[in-house]
C-alpha cells in the first residue's frame, strides 16, 4: 500500500534562536532530518519545506506560524508533520520517527 506524501516544514532563520546554544542551525537541522528520515524509511514519499521566518512568507498559515515563533510561543526551529507540531528548539529523530510511524511510515531498519 502506497503511503500518502507527508509535508514536513521546518521553521527556523539564519542565526540559532537565543535558548538553542550549542544547538545545530535550522538550517543544519532541516538539512539533518532529511537526511535521517530518507534513511530510515527510504521506501517513503516525504516532502521537505524550510521556511526562513526571517523571510517574506506567502503562504498564510506558515506566515501565521512564523508569526507565532516571532511572538514567542514557540522556539525554532520548529518541525510539523502535516500542521502538527512535532517539535521545537532543540529537535530529537524519536518524536519525529514516531509521528510518521503514526501516519504509517514503516522504517527499513
Not at 544547538?23 to 516532502?47: C, G, M
Not at 498564510?60 to 516571532?70: F, L, M, T, W
Not at 507540531?85 to 532543540?90: L, M, P, T
Request: net charge negative; aromatic share 12%; charged share 20%.
Amino acid at each position: 500500500m502506497i503511503q500518502q506524501a507527508i509535508t514536513i516544514e521546518i521553521y527556523g532563520a539564519d542565526i540559532v534562536c537565543a535558548s538553542c546554544v550549542n544547538a545545530p542551525s535550522s538550517k543544519d537541522t532541516y538539512e539533518w532530518l532529511q537526511a535521517a528520515i530518507d534513511r530510515k524509511f527510504p521506501n517513503h514519499q516525504v516532502i521537505f519545506t524550510y521556511i526562513n521566518i526571517e523571510k517574506p512568507i506567502e503562504n498564510e498559515k506558515q506566515q501565521d506560524i512564523a508569526n507565532r515563533i516571532a511572538e514567542d510561543e514557540f522556539f525554532y526551529p520548529l518541525v510539523m508533520i502535516n500542521e502538527e507540531v512535532i517539535g521545537e528548539g532543540y529537535i530529537q529523530l524519536k518524536p519525529v520517527y514516531a509521528a510518521l510511524e503514526k501516519y504509517g511510515y514503516v522504517s527499513t531498519n
